[in-house]
């Protein structure tokens, strides 16, 4: 497939650059970038006026849930929902069934979306063997095989021997150590955000607490390693600071900040709507604006989704039972546009992710894999069930009103969402 897009507006934050520009994509990479550009013969013209082109969204943090849980999710129907959402590279947790701990499961995962041919999909490996936080899996394996970094995500690595050693062969290998930080023990039996609109709902909370004395802990572990060490999920005032105050000092922390906890509160939590419940869970006012202030003066580097697919019958519960976690791959681009100025935003989907993981992705000087987003950043749309791409449909913002959505997504030079009708 050839494609001319054309006359929109380029923003590459990786390249500096922000300009009208036309783009020819050919044989999977971009061909050509410029002023008026002739179009190819056989190349399918995308008008791109009033519209921006961006180097395609990168997501640091997805639950694919394959292998063991295609009835939430399959590696196929998870990269559809990434596409339509402008993402073409996903990390992919390894919290499956079994988990990704070993070669098997991380080829099998590579192999699968190799065999798709669309978003590309990075496995991340498991920290410990099966996920139990007692014994670190071969690091030098995972590697080999092709994992970008290290996560017990969903558990936090609660022994702080097997932390370090953790961040000790991290650094080794180079990959980052990413942690899902929650001391199980303070969190303990906590379905929301413990303060004042947990009591008034009656339902137990989880302190911010136990979010912060791991990152604290953590933080000394990485001073005592020199490891390359990324908070998941970032959720508290606290948190940011303390990861402000570390990349203060030189230590190599990076740190994400999904949509939903952006914008939403625990308030949210006060009508016993399952769909916001999630780990970590929804904080307060003042969570939110530090987290949109950590966004916005680089502490956080990037916006990760969480996308968490669960079936209907694990949500259409009473809340305290219900399975933690929201989708958010179709939803995380408006949000981030109606938080931060435009180039910004898409600095934190693009290079800020691709960056922290060391991805070749997030960028598209010419020569690069064609893997590109047009967004109209001025679309207005509602979320439907029926439109998610995703086989689970447990997100909060079903209903709402949404500004900007990807309108044309290419990975590997392949037009995977085509809202602009440019295929024939
Ligand atoms: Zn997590």
Request: aromatic fraction near 4%.
């Amino acid at each position: 497939m050839q494609f001319h897009i054309r006359g929109g507006r380029l923003i590459d934050p990786r390249q500096g650059v922000d300009d009208e520009l036309d783009v020819i994509v050919q044989d999977g990479r971009i061909a050509r970038i410029g002023k008026g550009l002739a179009t190819p013969t056989g190349a399918l013209v995308c008008d791109a006026r009033g519209k921006i082109i961006a180097p395609s969204f990168v997501d640091l943090h997805a639950h694919l849930r394959e292998p063991g849980e295609e009835g939430k999710e399959t590696i196929e129907s998870g990269g559809a929902a990434a596409a339509s959402g402008g993402f073409t590279t996903v990390c992919a947790m390894p919290n499956t069934q079994p988990p990704n701990d070993c070669r098997a499961i991380t080829m099998l995962v590579k192999t699968r979306a190799h065999e798709l041919g669309g978003v590309h999909v990075h496995p991340i490996g498991a920290i410990t063997r099966g996920l139990a936080g007692e014994h670190l899996s071969d690091f030098g394996e995972l590697k080999d095989a092709g994992v970008v970094a290290l996560s017990d995500d969903g558990k936090c690595v609660m022994n702080a021997r097997i932390m370090r050693r953790a961040l000790e062969y991290g650094r080794t290998f180079d990959l980052p150590i990413v942690q899902h930080a929650e001391d199980h023990n303070l969190s303990h039996g906590g379905s929301m955000n413990e303060g004042a609109t947990s009591t008034r709902a009656g339902i137990p909370g989880q302190p911010a607490e136990a979010e912060e004395v791991i990152v604290a802990r953590d933080l000394i572990l990485v001073e005592m390693t020199g490891a390359r060490y990324h908070v998941a999920h970032a959720s508290t005032a606290r948190t940011v600071a303390m990861v402000r105050d570390a990349k203060a000092r030189g230590l190599p922390v990076t740190c994400e900040v999904t949509p939903h906890h952006l914008v939403l509160t625990d308030e949210a939590c006060a009508h016993y709507d399952t769909s916001t419940k999630m780990y970590p869970p929804l904080r307060t006012k003042n969570d939110t604006e530090a987290l949109r202030a950590g966004l916005a003066d680089g502490t956080i580097d990037a916006i990760a989704t969480d996308h968490a697919p669960h079936s209907a019958n694990a949500k259409n519960i009473e809340f305290d039972c219900a399975a933690f976690g929201v989708i958010g791959l179709e939803t995380a681009l408006p949000i981030a546009l109606s938080l931060l100025p435009l180039e910004r935003a898409i600095e934190r989907l693009t290079w800020g992710p691709a960056h922290t993981f060391k991805l070749h992705a997030g960028t598209m000087p010419e020569g690069s894999c064609a893997d590109l987003v047009v967004i109209d950043p001025s679309l207005e749309w509602v979320v439907t069930a029926e439109e998610t791409q995703s086989k689970s449909k447990n997100s909060p913002f079903l209903g709402k009103t949404m500004r900007g959505r990807a309108v044309l997504t290419i990975a590997q030079g392949v037009a995977l969402c085509d809202r602009m009708k440019v295929l024939p």
